[in-house]
């Protein structure tokens, strides 16, 4: 299992100090809108790879007018305990992240934190997840990839950045040919994994949603899929780069890759009828719900992973369905929950041993 056992950091966004233990399995934290709460998720979020909860920049974490923030905090893995410091620093006007365990920088050792620890999370945007941008539904989709899949960020990095890298040869007067059909053999290679990644997570997810749904008795029937014009199930290496070299024109001239993964979206369909952006707002709650508790299952029975779960705003609008959800996911597994309100009552439900910790007072 994979726990905070505490934290305590400086400079970071509007904290000048904060420090504090989580010894229960629950943890709520709450306060008035502006005392900090998602701060404290984002900073707990941060241990190695990627960017936490928020996906920001380092420059927007340290706190205003200050040089550097500094994080530190224990967790236990397996019932081994690591102290993990993250930290900024500027070298040559350049800011940098910097992460020790147990007080080296091996990479060893962050590489394991980075196997063993893993997030999910739900911020109130995902609570009209399905009715916002594809940019948010496949950012949501490989977050979830991420979270069982430590490499992950690299290839969509990789990926982000090789189409650039074509966008710019082609917009040279001359280009060296050889070169281009590289770029664009890399481009279809690591397009065909995005796709295949996000394909066997959506299929993943059906299947243990369908589960789920069998267990419970639940109104709908969720069918999630990938929604893109080019992608099919036949595409191959050959395929992909005769596509991309037939848009050259086209990409060069508008400055984008008309075609890839970077344009899909990801579709849910409702008892095979709807589109899932039909539901109402209480109900795409209970979907992206249901798809945590769905990849909690699969993180734990089929990764031997324990993830770390931090619900921002969780409380509001919850019906008594959405609250049974919740409570199924903090009953039926061993981990660490962060939850976040304004108010304390919010949580009144909560039935198991929880923690409050009260943030307006800090
Ligand atoms: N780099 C920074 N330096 C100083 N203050 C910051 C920085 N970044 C964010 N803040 C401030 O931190 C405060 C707390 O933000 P946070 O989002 O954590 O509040 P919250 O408790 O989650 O509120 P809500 O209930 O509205 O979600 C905000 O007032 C924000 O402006
Ligand atoms: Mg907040």
Not at 197 to 217: E, F, G, P, S, V
Not at 290 to 303: A, E, G, R, T, V
Not at 311 to 337: C, K, M, T, V, Y
Request: charged share 25%; with cysteine; hydrophobic share 40%.
């Amino acid at each position: 299992m994979a726990k905070i056992k505490n934290i305590n950091f400086n400079n970071f966004r509007n904290f000048k100090k904060f420090k504090t233990s989580f010894d229960n399995k629950l943890n709520i934290l709450f306060g008035d809108n502006g005392s900090g709460k998602t701060n404290i998720l984002e900073a707990i979020s941060l241990v190695a790879k990627g960017r936490g909860i928020r996906n920001s920049i380092l420059s927007n974490l340290i706190k205003n007018n200050e040089e550097n923030f500094y994080i530190k905090k224990n967790l236990e893995i397996k019932k081994n305990f690591f102290d993990v410091e993250i930290f900024t620093e500027k070298k040559n006007e350049k800011l940098r992240k910097v992460i020790k365990v147990n007080n080296n920088l091996k990479k060893d050792s962050i590489d394991y934190l980075n196997q063993s620890v893993s997030f999910l999370t739900f911020t109130p945007e995902m609570e009209r997840l399905f009715q916002s941008s594809p940019v948010s539904r496949r950012n949501f989709i490989d977050r979830l990839i991420f979270s069982g899949r430590n490499n992950y960020n690299k290839l969509i990095n990789r990926y982000k950045k090789i189409l650039v890298e074509r966008i710019t040869i082609l917009q040279k007067d001359n280009y060296d040919i050889y070169w281009l059909n590289q770029i664009e053999k890399d481009i279809s290679i690591t397009g065909l994994e995005i796709y295949k990644l996000r394909n066997d997570q959506l299929k993943l997810l059906n299947r243990n949603i369908k589960k789920l749904n069998n267990a419970k008795n639940f109104v709908f029937n969720i069918d999630l899929y990938i929604k893109d014009n080019f992608y099919y199930s036949e595409l191959n290496v050959d395929k992909y780069i005769n596509c991309l070299v037939d848009s050259r024109y086209y990409d060069k001239i508008n400055g984008v890759t008309k075609l890839g993964p970077h344009r899909s979206d990801i579709k849910a369909k409702i008892n095979s009828e709807f589109d899932a952006s039909l539901l109402s707002t209480g109900q795409q709650k209970t979907l992206v719900l249901l798809i945590l508790l769905s990849q909690c299952f699969f993180l734990i029975n089929d990764k031997n992973l324990t993830p770390i779960l931090l619900f921002d705003e969780i409380a509001s609008h919850l019906d008594s369905f959405n609250r049974q959800l919740l409570l199924d996911l903090i009953n039926g597994f061993d981990i660490q929950f962060f939850l976040t309100g304004t108010d304390k009552d919010l949580f009144s439900f909560v039935s198991t041993n929880a923690e409050f910790y009260n943030i307006s007072n800090i």
